[in-house]
């Protein structure tokens, strides 16, 4: 069911596997329409848990998607190594990636080796080369939702939350006593559409604030070309019709 609540794009589904069901359909139809519009897809896929249903629903009805003509990057990643499993991308390999016929070429993890202030200069480097501007144009960018209103790895009161120019942000995060790896606003708002996943009533105070702008939660301040916001029906029992 869509709603354009106050001129956002809200839709809620009653369980998890609707949402990952729904959300994967969208996902597929957007990939399909930009191949054949623009010959390419360009993705930044979250990390967490909930995006993984949606994943593996990607990685199950996505076998006539052209592969070969997506790119996979990440909104954000944990300074561990790429096996670990706190790595968004380990979670995004085994739930999706290692599943599909995607070149290995097309698969652009954050360089966590490096040490973070230079992982992040890497991954500028890389998106550089891959859009030609300063600024990434993504077809596509998967976001989560945090009780705190962060996404990404944009959490309240971050160095990267405040920055205005670079795409890419490394910061220390308190809170988790972690350093961080993430796409910055300027990179979330330059995309096509954000599509933020958000599942469980342990998150729907944090749903009515960033459609509010509550408190100016990270969340809140995305506003790319089209930000679709795809809840559960536990995620949207505060304050959303
Ligand atoms: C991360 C994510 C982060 C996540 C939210 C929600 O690296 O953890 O990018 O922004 O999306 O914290 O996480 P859950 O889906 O696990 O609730």
Redesign the pocket.
């Given at each position: 069911m869509a709603q354009a609540l106050a001129g956002r794009d809200v839709r809620i589904f009653e369980t998890p596997a609707l949402l990952a069901a729904a959300a994967a359909g969208e996902f597929l139809r957007s990939a399909r329409d930009a191949i054949a519009t623009r010959s390419r897809f360009s993705v930044a896929l979250?990390?967490?848990?909930?995006p993984k249903a949606t994943y593996e629903e990607i990685a199950g009805s996505g076998a006539g998607l052209e592969w070969g003509k997506i790119d996979v990057f990440w909104?954000?990643e944990?300074c561990v190594p790429l096996d670990d499993r706190e790595s968004?991308f380990r979670m995004a390999k085994e739930a999706l990636l290692s599943r599909v016929p995607i070149p290995p070429g097309n698969v652009h993890p954050w360089e966590t080796y490096r040490p973070p202030a230079e992982a992040a200069d890497a991954y500028e480097n890389r998106l550089g080369l891959q859009f030609g501007a300063p600024l990434p144009a993504f077809d596509w960018i998967f976001l989560?939702?945090?009780e705190d209103g962060?996404?990404?790895?944009l959490f309240p009161g971050t160095a990267g939350l405040a920055e205005t120019r670079r795409p890419v942000a490394a910061h220390y995060v308190r809170k988790l006593e972690a350093w961080r790896l993430t796409l910055t606003l300027p990179a979330l708002n330059a995309a096509r559409e954000c599509v933020f996943l958000v599942e469980g009533a342990g998150k729907a105070e944090a749903v009515r604030k960033a459609l509010a702008g509550e408190g100016d939660p990270p969340a809140s301040r995305v506003r790319a070309r089209k930000v679709v916001w795809m809840l559960d029906r536990a995620a949207a029992t505060v304050g959303v019709p």
């Open positions: 979250s990390g967490g848990s909930t909104s954000d944990r968004n989560g939702l945090g962060h996404t990404a790895s």
